[in-house]
């Protein structure tokens, strides 16, 4: 090509990245690569490698170990065996450590960059730019966190042993997300990297070498599925983090249902990208490219829905297609490219095969003129219009450079197709209005929102979902609190004689038809009879009747959930206004204190002194969440661009709360209360042994003006009842204060849902002592966090 043809054509020439370094760095680790296991380079005790290709040509790039169940072993305990001179070394000696590991990676950035090109198919541009900057930001910004745990995270200690198993579409991005807060906090790492894209990962483990991080603190192993399975399983593991599919997601849960391992789950998503016909059209499509065509689509919160205005919708698509027109796909170590290659011929396949369903409903296919590269996994830029919101393209995460676009004709149209999904991860709004864009950022379902922007990440601010895109949130102080527990959880102990009065009392009930003395159940404001009209006696603790209440069933908590939806408004009421209802509350339990003492002591046979002293205590903790209504307030978020970060705490929505059993009033209101100062609404299940101090609470809900629907109170056997709670989709959040048994039943139950859980396991904490009570750490459960992005200033 000529210059002068150039100058004609304006066409670009290729403008290749060298890889040299990168080749070098594989040929000097031939034959195979190792993992790095206890600070030592280890070939794996399977003595099975896997191939690592480069996309954009199907060449062999590697042998990297697959790793088995004994290399699992050796690289827990190798962890496991750091952790406490990890641990001692403090918060300041952390820092040091991932201070210079920041440092390293910036030094060793393009080898970084270039190898995960090579190993991944993305544009050298993006990793280049993006993908490692931010990698390095990540260790900085939690280089910040180790030397300020003490101070912010009092309270707080690491978990132990953490297992990391991260995607093929962010290598070194989403090691940094899950290695620098747990280190930061204290915590040993055994990290897999995905099948595809294991090389920077161990380029990684070289950097932790250089800087001399101690034996044990990271380790590195490679392998498939089956070895993270193995993660996933191992007893000295005591939180699994994990990105990657819904379906995997799932997996992890019911794997881990009945252990008290915790788990963070960043997973799919089907984003919408909503335009309103006010917007800035070229903004916008050039918002559409980094959306859905930035890493070749393949973002768990990529703008794969396209929702526009519908007076718009045609001339938008128009100028969508005409950019199209001018992308450019090819080698990703090519600095010119906007769009690489897919990263293994399996997800090419998906891809292909979901654009052929797509089709196949009967929705319009526009792809640009010019071809894709033969010799590689490239898939041209898609745009589908005319989809119905209900079709497979419009709610399956196609995970690739594929855009769907629906029409929408008001605000709220637009709110509700946004939300027909089961996901809720991230969203972009674009219009010119502030106010608008403001409007509708609470209405969407999903952890981030970006204004008049996308895809905008930074260390500073939490990342995660609601729904079936996972719970947890990676970045900021948010994301931190995934890698620490209570110090005071240590103290919780399982309560014996209560589940034996529980099972005492259940084994007593009996089908007398209700009788109008007897409590019913608390639904919408109103007193309602059991749908079963089962009654159960209520004994007090030497087993004497003391009195009856309904025996729910799955229809008196579908009922209940009903009630509690409609109360949903409650969200809505200020802050201000929900703790005056919270003081009314305490007000109206006070002028009735004496009667609620000798209901405590006539069912825990005690003496009225000590009961008072529960009351009291009920008292004092609902004053607590009075005061904090409005001042569990949100944070706005340093992140380095031109705009404000808005972490704002949100309620779950509906939540069951399942009650202990112990302290049968101080239990109740310390559960419930801090769930509605958020704004949730709850359906309740009280103590099973005592249940008739929750079921006496009736008419001071009534007389406090807590709105019909806001607390629901369903009576009976609580494992039962919470694992029809923990089923229902309808339910948002589920906090188990309950045995073991009814534990690993949630937990099992919400792996369907995604739902996000808080359960005891049987161990119990003493109501009473407030260090076992923080009213922040239940307002944390109570609330889940958007972030919302918002450009500001210059
Ligand atoms: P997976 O969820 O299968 O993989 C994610 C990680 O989990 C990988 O390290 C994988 O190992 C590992 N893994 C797989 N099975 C298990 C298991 N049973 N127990 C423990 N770990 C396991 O994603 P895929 O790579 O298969 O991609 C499939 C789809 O998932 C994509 O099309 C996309 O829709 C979605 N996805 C979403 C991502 C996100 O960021 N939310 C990222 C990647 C994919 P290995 O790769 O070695 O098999």
């Avoid at 071809?371 to 995460?397: H, K, M, R, W």
């Avoid at 609620?596 to 825990?604: D, G, H, M, T």
């Avoid at 929505?653 to 958020?678: D, K, Q, W």
């Avoid at 045995?739 to 792996?751: L, R």
């Amino acid at each position: 090509m000529s210059v002068a043809s150039i100058f004609e054509t304006m066409e670009y020439g290729p403008a290749p990245e060298s890889k040299e370094m990168a080749e070098k760095w594989l040929k000097d680790r031939k034959p195979n690569l190792k993992q790095f296991i206890n600070g030592k380079w280890v070939a794996p005790k399977s003595k099975k490698y896997m191939v690592s290709n480069n996309p954009c040509s199907q060449k062999k790039l590697a042998s990297v170990p697959l790793s088995n169940k004994a290399d699992v072993n050796d690289a827990v305990n190798a962890a496991d065996k750091a952790l406490s001179g990890w641990v001692k070394l403090g918060g300041h000696g952390r820092a040091r450590y991932l201070y210079a590991i920041a440092r390293q990676i910036q030094k060793h950035s393009r080898l970084f960059a270039v190898l995960e090109s090579l190993d991944n198919g993305k544009p050298v541009r993006e990793t280049r730019d993006i993908d490692i900057p931010l990698v390095a930001r990540h260790f900085y910004h939690h280089a910040g966190w180790a030397q300020l745990q003490s101070e912010k995270l009092p309270e707080y200690k690491e978990i132990g042993v953490v297992g990391q198993i991260i995607p093929w579409n962010f290598p070194m991005l989403m090691l940094s997300w899950k290695i620098a807060p747990a280190l930061a906090m204290g915590n040993t790492v055994v990290l897999k990297p995905a099948e595809f894209t294991s090389l920077t990962a161990l380029l990684f483990a070289e950097i932790c070498e250089q800087v001399g991080l101690p034996d044990g603190v990271v380790n590195i192993i490679t392998g498939d599925g089956a070895t993270g399975a193995e993660m996933v399983n191992h007893p000295k593991i005591g939180k699994i983090a994990f990105t990657g599919s819904t379906e995997v997601g799932k997996i992890i849960r019911r794997a881990t249902a009945d252990t008290e391992k915790k788990i963070s789950l960043e997973l799919g998503g089907k984003s919408p990208f909503v335009v309103f016909e006010d917007a800035d059209l070229d903004s916008v499509v050039e918002g559409v490219v980094d959306a859905i065509w930035f890493n070749q689509g393949q973002v768990c919160c990529a703008g794969s829905r396209l929702l526009v205005q519908e007076s718009i919708a045609e001339k938008l698509y128009k100028k969508i297609r005409s950019r199209m027109e001018k992308l450019r796909i090819g080698n990703a170590l090519d600095k010119g490219i906007d769009i690489g290659a897919i990263v293994a011929p399996v997800q090419l396949k998906t891809i292909e095969d979901l654009v052929q369903k797509g089709v196949e409903e009967g929705a319009e296919l526009w792809q640009p003129s010019w071809e894709c590269p033969s010799d590689g996994c490239f898939y041209p830029p898609t745009l589908f219009t005319n989809v119905a919101p209900a079709s497979l393209i419009a709610q399956e995460e196609i995970f690739g450079p594929v855009l769907v676009a629906m029409s929408f004709r008001t605000p709220e149209e637009a709110v509700m197709l946004a939300n027909n999904t089961r996901y809720g991860l991230a969203a972009s709004i674009w219009t010119e209005n502030i106010n608008l864009a403001l409007d509708i950022a609470p209405k969407i379902k999903a952890g981030t929102m970006w204004i008049n922007c996308t895809n905008m990440f930074d260390a500073a601010s939490g990342f995660g979902g609601y729904r079936e895109s996972g719970f947890g949130r990676e970045g900021g102080i948010e994301g931190l609190y995934e890698y620490v527990k209570l110090k005071v959880e240590e103290e919780f102990k399982p309560e014996q004689k209560q589940k034996e009065v529980a099972e005492k009392a259940s084994a007593q009930k009996n089908g007398l038809p209700t009788i109008d003395k007897t409590a019913k159940f608390y639904v919408g404001g109103k007193q309602q009879r059991p749908d079963g009209g089962y009654m159960q006696n209520v004994l007090d603790t030497k087993g004497n009747v003391i009195g009856q209440v309904g025996e729910g069933n799955r229809k008196d908590i579908r009922n209940a959930v009903e009630a509690a939806h409609a109360a949903s408004k409650w969200a809505n009421a200020t802050a201000h206004n929900r703790a005056q209802v919270l003081y009314y509350l305490a007000e109206n339990l006070e002028a009735r204190a004496d009667e609620f003492a000798e209901r405590i002591s006539s069912a825990l046979n005690q003496s009225t002194r000590k009961s008072m002293q529960e009351v009291e205590a009920s008292i004092e903790r609902i004053f607590i969440y009075a005061a904090f209504a409005d001042k569990y307030d949100s944070h706005v978020h340093a992140t380095p661009y031109r705009n404000v970060t808005l972490a704002m705490k949100e309620p779950l929505g509906v939540m069951g709360i399942v009650c202990p059993n112990e302290a049968p009033l101080l239990g109740f209101i310390s559960a419930v209360i801090p769930a509605i100062a958020m704004g949730n609404t709850v359906v309740a299940i009280p103590s099973e042994t005592a249940p008739l101090l929750a079921t006496d609470l009736y008419q001071v809900l009534e007389t406090s003006d807590v709105p019909g629907g806001v607390i629901n109170i369903i009576t009976g056997n609580k494992d039962e009842l919470s694992k029809v709670l923990a089923n229902h989709d309808d339910v948002d959040g589920l906090w188990n204060f309950g045995s073991k048994e009814g534990s690993t039943k949630v937990q099992f139950a919400a792996a369907e849902n995604m739902k996000r859980t808080w359960v005891n396991f049987g161990r119990n904490r003493d109501w009473f002592n407030p260090k076992h009570v923080t009213p922040e750490y239940f307002l944390r459960q109570a609330t889940q966090i958007k972030n919302i992005w918002v450009p500001y200033g210059e």
